[in-house]
């Protein structure tokens, strides 16, 4: 009887698969130049030649900008090579629990772009995704580090260029206003309340999302960290030392509260999210925010007008710049269905002329030999020649965590609830993330 | 003359009993099994470690508040869905002109998706919301709140945007057992010369009984349970203050603790089951006796 | 004379008091309608104004993007089929249950209610599905659904087929009848409004749910209406007219259902949970 019903249902959705695919199909017959490798591999990989094979691509709905799943580009390897790829977009609440599940089952999707790190501490990388050192776009890598966990190369991107994280503003309402780039507190309080006698909102915190709350202490503790105990975080991780040990950290979080405190930003700080902060920077109705210069990026086309740069978290006197390791990486799990159509993904995106398009339309520093670096735009010259050349970034202190934080996230939310001083924030998190490192099995806990 | 029981074979029930045990039961027993183990994604093997995942969730203060949580809402929107669901059901079972249009729009909610809910009321729900213009605009400028952001309120704004939800689907309920009352216990009513109130209090609501049981039981059951409302509206926050079992079980999940989701699970199943077991088993004792 | 004036007065104020509580219910809802007609920054202040210029190509550029054709049969195969699975398989448990009235049917019983208490654990559904080798499809996700919405189908049929006099049953089975054509040419043609009542119940619940087809189809073309919105979310996330727009049209089939069988919502509600 269960069977009598399972039938037709797989016929009609047959059918209906059928008559989409035909459709697709038509579109697709007039193109099939075939090119250097298209066709004929995919065959091998066990479909007949001038079928269409479909890979699944699956992505935070957060990362819809990100550079290899532009229309174009998926339309232009479809056409090369018949495989269609499939974006799947993911809840980004949800994308680490789906992806983890997954991964665990054997059933993940043929491609999933990550970061590195993170892939490193959420997805368990070694264990779930295949290694990629006998690619052929291997050999013309200029930086395989940022590719690399252990000794291998997992994931690929044409960027080698980290995310540099800091205070964006606006320059044209700095220099309307005659500021000059604070460089300690005081200056960016006073700079702020300037801002806010002129009737723009001095900074935007799109606290809603949780891990925008991080930004300030990402940059400004790996900051004083480096400056004052170096080996704190190596210490952290074996519980050799806490949190709470660092006195000055308190500071640093309450610093960034008495901005809110003090009416120097948007006055809803917990309903306003990042997706809305584009439109406010287009708008000016905003001068400032915590943030990474991914954010400058995806403005720089949709506004090229608005003119934004970048300073390091003014925490204290002479504070670097937070540098993020490179993100986005795509990575192939080793469970993959169709392994061999990925890597071709891969070789497609690294193959000169595309790499080349997608790095100049992206003004990536780009970490192929053949591939050039397109002129920086302005913002991002100013980073490398006042910042990254003169070595004056450090690695954000995320960058060294072996669990997920986002529970830190939420009890720094929580103190712009009004239910965390700084220091209770500090040690519930401490207590939060020994058990993490417990149940990970971290030596020391 | 009896007809043998045994007529009626036990083999009916065998379609529904195997979907039920082998897609519901045990994964369910599956996970009883798995919340006694370390149970991760980044680890090759699992093992027993006995009581520490159950240690582990009574020593975390945010799942006592959690379960606080939890409790409140499941407090409040048994009432409130109950209270206005019988209300309306009690108001269109009148001879009313636009009975029937009224009927559809006030159980439209129960057949919108959640997602709707989330998206709809997040931006109303804003210090500078529809909502709070709202009040503003009939002066009540007073009662204006960050309805999703204040942690001493977020839970209740949560719980009356379900009751919202949901009250049409328990007038439904209500209806059909109002409809089922014979009129015929009315009309003697009226001859005594009993008021509505006195009816409603000595009739309606005794027969009633049957609908009032199943709709706080499910209304119970769904909000110990809760789980979608929190996640589209506040995702548990701000902080943790919007968390219930529910987004908590999701969290560990997120965390890779396994074993620590799913002994969560079977945590939230013997709360919901000590509170309502004995709830139904009341109630079908009552119903044998009647 | 009074009495019926009064009545009738107070039948109008009853009337106006709910009309005026219908607001509250409708305003929401109108607010996503008239944005899912407005411009993107027009639909920005979220409030009840009438859209400016009415936006009907809103509605084409999201139905084609977001490829609401395929998530449209999607659902209806996904919530059609676990909707008649579970109506044949649990009408005719609950006619054995009713039945017997023995030891085991009570525990039985009270075995599939369990089923409205215990959470389901979607990690632990995963490991079980794929140990049965069918993880991914569209058939583990319509099994899953008849599981989960079994024990509520059972408790709705259980109140109803205890109405049903067992006379009927034993005159069938004196004239020689066996058990399933009892079941088939007494009950079946008399449960008819709750099974309705089922199908509506089972798909609304079914068709809103986002979470299974998000972990248990692997294949994105596979998915159904409501995670069509969050492709939408994602692809154009402030364009909140879009969003609207999406919303609505998922909403509609389950609201056209609902016109359809409002009436036997009530009558199926009454025979089935009620009366007891």
């Given at each position: 009887?269960?069977?009598?019903?399972?039938?037709?249902?797989?016929?009609?959705?047959?059918?209906?698969?059928?008559i989409?695919?035909?459709?697709?199909?038509?579109?697709?017959?007039?193109?099939a130049?075939?090119?250097?490798?298209?066709?004929?591999?995919?065959?091998?990989?066990?479909?007949?030649?001038?079928?269409?094979?479909?890979?699944?691509?699956?992505?935070?709905?957060?990362?819809?900008?990100?550079?290899?799943?532009?229309e174009?580009l998926?339309?232009?390897?479809?056409?090369?090579?018949?495989?269609?790829?499939?974006?799947?977009?993911?809840?980004?609440?949800?994308?680490?629990?789906?992806?983890?599940?997954?991964?665990?089952?054997?059933?993940?999707?043929?491609?999933?772009?990550?970061?590195?790190?993170?892939?490193?501490?959420?997805?368990?990388?070694?264990?779930?995704?295949?290694?990629?050192d006998?690619?052929?776009?291997?050999?013309?890598?200029?930086?395989?580090?940022?590719?690399?966990?252990?000794?291998?190369?997992?994931?690929?991107?044409?960027?080698?260029?980290?995310?540099?994280?800091?205070?964006v503003?606006?320059?044209?309402?700095f220099?309307?206003?005659?500021?000059?780039?604070?460089?300690?507190?005081?200056?960016?309080?006073?700079?702020?309340?300037k801002?806010?006698?002129?009737?723009?909102t001095?900074?935007?915190?799109?606290?809603?999302?949780?891990?925008?709350?991080?930004?300030?202490?990402?940059?400004?503790?790996a900051?004083?960290?480096?400056?004052?105990?170096?080996?704190?975080w190596?210490?952290?991780?074996?519980?050799?030392?806490?949190?709470?040990?660092?006195?000055e950290?308190?500071?640093?979080i309450?610093?960034?509260?008495?901005?809110?405190?003090k009416?120097?930003?948007?006055?809803?700080?917990?309903?306003?999210?990042?997706d809305?902060?584009?439109?406010?920077?287009?708008?000016?109705?905003?001068?400032?925010?915590?943030?990474g210069?991914?954010?400058?990026?995806?403005?720089a086309?949709k506004?090229?007008?608005?003119h934004?740069?970048?300073?390091?978290?003014?925490?204290?006197?002479?504070?670097?710049?937070?540098?993020?390791?490179?993100g986005?990486?795509?990575f192939?799990?080793?469970?993959?269905?169709?392994?061999?159509?990925?890597?071709?993904?891969?070789?497609f995106?690294?193959?000169?002329?595309?790499?080349?398009?997608?790095?100049?339309?992206?003004?990536f520093?780009?970490?192929?030999?053949?591939?050039?670096?397109?002129?920086l735009?302005?913002?991002?010259?100013?980073?490398?020649?006042?910042?990254?050349?003169?070595?004056?970034?450090?690695?954000?202190?995320?960058?060294f965590?072996?669990?997920?934080?986002s529970?830190?996230?939420?009890?720094?939310?929580?103190?712009?609830?009004?239910?965390?001083?700084?220091?209770?924030?500090?040690?519930?998190?401490?207590?939060k993330?020994a058990?993490?490192?417990?149940?990970?099995?971290?030596?020391g806990? | 003359?009896?007809i043998?029981?045994?007529?009626?074979?036990?083999?009916?029930?065998?379609?529904?009993?195997?979907?039920?045990?082998?897609?519901?039961?045990?994964?369910t027993v599956?996970?009883?099994?798995?919340?006694?183990?370390?149970?991760?994604?980044?680890?090759?093997?699992?093992?027993?470690?006995?009581?520490?995942?159950?240690?582990?969730?009574?020593?975390?203060?945010?799942?006592?508040?959690?379960?606080?949580?939890?409790?409140?809402f499941?407090?409040?929107?048994?009432i409130?869905?109950?209270?206005?669901?019988?209300?309306?059901?009690?108001?269109?079972?009148?001879?009313?002109?636009?009975?029937?249009?009224?009927?559809?729009?006030?159980?439209?909610?129960?057949?919108?998706?959640?997602?709707?809910?989330?998206?709809?009321?997040t931006?109303?729900?804003?210090?500078?919301?529809?909502?709070?213009?709202?009040?503003?605009?009939?002066?009540?400028?007073?009662?204006?709140?960050?309805?999703?952001?204040?942690?001493?309120?977020?839970?209740?704004?949560?719980?009356?945007?379900?009751?919202?939800?949901?009250?049409?689907?328990?007038?439904?309920?209500?209806?059909?057992?109002?409809?089922?009352?014979?009129?015929?216990?009315?009309?003697?009513?009226?001859?005594?010369?009993?008021?509505?109130?006195?009816?409603?209090?000595?009739?309606?609501?005794?027969?009633?009984?049957?609908?009032?049981?199943?709709?706080?039981?499910?209304?119970?059951?769904g909000?110990?349970?809760?789980?979608?409302?929190?996640?589209?509206l506040?995702?548990?926050?701000?902080?943790?203050?919007?968390?219930v079992?529910?987004?908590?079980?999701?969290?560990?999940?997120?965390?890779?603790?396994w074993?620590?989701?799913?002994?969560?699970?079977t945590?939230?199943?013997?709360?919901?089951?000590?509170?309502?077991?004995?709830?139904?088993?009341?109630?079908?004792?009552?119903?044998?006796?009647? | 004379m009074?009495?019926?004036?009064r009545?009738?007065?107070?039948?109008?104020?009853?009337?106006?008091?709910?009309?005026?509580?219908?607001?509250?219910?409708?305003?929401?809802?109108?607010?996503?309608?008239?944005?899912?007609?407005?411009?993107?920054?027009?639909?920005?202040?979220?409030?009840?104004?009438?859209?400016?210029?009415?936006?009907?190509?809103?509605?084409?550029?999201?139905?084609?993007?977001?490829?609401?054709?395929?998530?449209?049969?999607?659902?209806?195969?996904?919530?059609?089929?676990?909707?008649?699975?579970?109506?044949v398989?649990?009408?005719?448990a609950?006619?054995?249950?009713?039945?017997?009235?023995?030891?085991?049917?009570?525990?039985?019983?009270?075995?599939?209610f369990?089923?409205?208490?215990?959470?389901?654990?979607?990690?632990?559904?995963?490991?079980?599905?794929?140990?049965?080798?069918f993880?991914g499809?569209?058939?583990?996700?319509?099994?899953?659904?008849?599981?989960?919405?079994?024990?509520?189908?059972?408790f709705?049929?259980?109140?109803?087929?205890?109405?049903?006099p067992?006379?009927?049953?034993?005159v069938?089975?004196?004239?020689?009848?066996?058990?399933?054509?009892v079941?088939?040419?007494?009950?079946?043609?008399?449960?008819?409004?709750?099974?309705?009542?089922?199908?509506?119940?089972?798909?609304?619940?079914?068709?809103?749910d986002?979470?299974?087809?998000?972990?248990?189809?692997?294949?994105?073309?596979?998915?159904?209406?409501?995670?069509?919105?969050y492709?939408?979310?994602?692809?154009?996330?402030?364009d909140?007219?879009?969003?609207?727009?999406?919303?609505?049209?998922?909403?509609?089939?389950?609201f056209?259902?609902y016109?359809?069988?409002?009436k036997?919502?009530?009558?199926?509600?009454?025979?089935?949970?009620?009366?007891?």
């Amino acid at each position: 009887m269960i069977n009598k019903w399972i039938k037709p249902s797989a016929l009609l959705l047959a059918s209906a698969l059928a008559i989409s695919l035909t459709a697709c199909g038509s579109n697709n017959a007039n193109n099939a130049v075939g090119s250097d490798h298209g066709a004929s591999e995919s065959a091998s990989s066990g479909s007949a030649k001038g079928e269409k094979v479909t890979i699944e691509l699956a992505i935070s709905k957060s990362s819809q900008d990100y550079a290899f799943i532009k229309e174009e580009l998926l339309k232009q390897f479809e056409d090369q090579t018949n495989i269609h790829v499939n974006v799947q977009m993911l809840p980004s609440e949800q994308v680490t629990t789906v992806l983890q599940t997954k991964l665990a089952v054997g059933e993940a999707p043929d491609l999933v772009p990550y970061n590195l790190a993170s892939a490193v501490n959420d997805l368990n990388l070694e264990r779930n995704f295949e290694i990629l050192d006998d690619q052929p776009w291997v050999s013309r890598l200029l930086n395989k580090d940022v590719l690399s966990a252990y000794g291998h190369v997992y994931g690929f991107q044409l960027s080698q260029d980290a995310g540099i994280q800091g205070v964006v503003y606006n320059k044209d309402i700095f220099k309307d206003l005659n500021i000059s780039i604070p460089k300690n507190y005081d200056e960016l309080v006073a700079a702020a309340e300037k801002i806010k006698a002129s009737g723009i909102t001095p900074i935007y915190m799109p606290f809603k999302d949780m891990w925008a709350t991080n930004i300030w202490m990402g940059s400004a503790f790996a900051d004083y960290v480096s400056k004052n105990d170096p080996t704190f975080w190596d210490d952290l991780n074996a519980n050799k030392k806490k949190w709470t040990d660092m006195p000055e950290f308190a500071n640093i979080i309450d610093k960034q509260y008495q901005l809110y405190k003090k009416g120097l930003t948007n006055s809803d700080v917990l309903s306003d999210s990042y997706d809305m902060a584009s439109g406010k920077f287009i708008n000016k109705e905003v001068a400032m925010m915590f943030m990474g210069d991914w954010f400058i990026n995806d403005l720089a086309s949709k506004a090229p007008d608005l003119h934004l740069g970048l300073f390091p978290i003014p925490y204290a006197e002479d504070a670097k710049m937070g540098a993020s390791p490179v993100g986005g990486q795509l990575f192939i799990p080793k469970k993959a269905k169709h392994m061999e159509e990925a890597k071709k993904f891969l070789e497609f995106l690294a193959s000169k002329d595309v790499a080349q398009k997608i790095v100049n339309a992206n003004k990536f520093v780009s970490n192929f030999n053949d591939v050039t670096t397109p002129e920086l735009p302005e913002y991002k010259k100013e980073i490398v020649d006042n910042y990254i050349t003169p070595k004056k970034t450090v690695v954000t202190s995320d960058a060294f965590m072996l669990v997920d934080i986002s529970e830190e996230y939420r009890y720094y939310q929580d103190i712009f609830a009004g239910g965390k001083t700084p220091q209770q924030a500090l040690e519930a998190w401490q207590k939060k993330f020994a058990q993490l490192m417990k149940d990970k099995g971290a030596a020391g806990f | 003359m009896r007809i043998s029981k045994n007529l009626y074979s036990y083999y009916l029930i065998m379609p529904a009993l195997l979907i039920y045990v082998l897609f519901f039961v045990l994964p369910t027993v599956v996970g009883l099994f798995y919340s006694f183990t370390d149970w991760r994604l980044d680890r090759e093997s699992v093992h027993f470690n006995g009581w520490y995942n159950f240690h582990t969730i009574f020593s975390d203060e945010t799942l006592l508040k959690a379960l606080r949580n939890t409790i409140v809402f499941a407090i409040v929107t048994v009432i409130g869905k109950n209270l206005f669901g019988l209300v309306l059901a009690v108001a269109l079972n009148m001879k009313l002109k636009t009975r029937n249009a009224l009927r559809a729009i006030f159980y439209s909610p129960s057949i919108l998706s959640i997602m709707v809910i989330g998206i709809v009321f997040t931006p109303m729900l804003r210090a500078d919301g529809a909502i709070n213009k709202l009040f503003e605009a009939v002066g009540l400028g007073s009662l204006t709140q960050a309805w999703l952001t204040n942690p001493a309120i977020v839970i209740f704004t949560i719980a009356v945007i379900s009751i919202w939800q949901s009250a049409g689907f328990q007038m439904a309920i209500y209806l059909a057992g109002l409809q089922s009352i014979s009129k015929e216990y009315y009309e003697a009513a009226t001859i005594d010369g009993a008021g509505s109130w006195k009816s409603f209090r000595h009739i309606t609501l005794p027969l009633l009984l049957p609908a009032i049981n199943i709709n706080v039981m499910l209304t119970l059951i769904g909000g110990l349970k809760v789980f979608s409302e929190v996640f589209v509206l506040t995702g548990g926050g701000p902080g943790n203050a919007s968390q219930v079992v529910g987004t908590i079980i999701l969290r560990s999940f997120g965390e890779g603790s396994w074993g620590l989701g799913t002994a969560m699970n079977t945590l939230l199943f013997i709360v919901v089951t000590i509170i309502s077991i004995p709830l139904l088993l009341y109630i079908r004792r009552k119903e044998v006796s009647e | 004379m009074g009495h019926t004036q009064r009545k009738a007065w107070r039948d109008y104020a009853v009337e106006a008091l709910m009309i005026a509580a219908s607001l509250i219910v409708l305003l929401p809802i109108l607010i996503m309608i008239f944005g899912s007609f407005k411009t993107n920054v027009e639909v920005l202040d979220f409030s009840l104004k009438l859209p400016k210029s009415w936006q009907f190509d809103n509605y084409k550029k999201v139905f084609d993007e977001g490829d609401l054709m395929r998530a449209f049969l999607n659902g209806i195969l996904i919530t059609g089929v676990s909707a008649i699975i579970n109506i044949v398989t649990t009408s005719a448990a609950s006619f054995v249950l009713v039945r017997r009235e023995s030891r085991l049917s009570n525990f039985l019983y009270l075995f599939f209610f369990m089923g409205l208490i215990a959470p389901m654990s979607t990690i632990t559904t995963i490991r079980v599905v794929q140990w049965f080798g069918f993880y991914g499809s569209i058939t583990s996700v319509i099994f899953i659904y008849a599981s989960l919405n079994t024990a509520f189908s059972v408790f709705l049929y259980n109140g109803f087929i205890k109405s049903i006099p067992k006379v009927l049953d034993e005159v069938a089975f004196l004239e020689g009848a066996g058990m399933f054509s009892v079941f088939f040419r007494i009950i079946v043609p008399l449960i008819v409004p709750v099974n309705a009542t089922v199908a509506i119940m089972v798909f609304m619940s079914v068709w809103n749910d986002v979470t299974i087809p998000l972990y248990f189809l692997t294949d994105s073309s596979d998915w159904t209406m409501p995670l069509s919105v969050y492709n939408f979310y994602g692809k154009f996330s402030r364009d909140w007219n879009l969003i609207f727009a999406d919303l609505v049209m998922t909403s509609l089939p389950v609201f056209i259902l609902y016109l359809f069988a409002q009436k036997y919502i009530v009558s199926g509600l009454t025979a089935g949970a009620v009366k007891g």
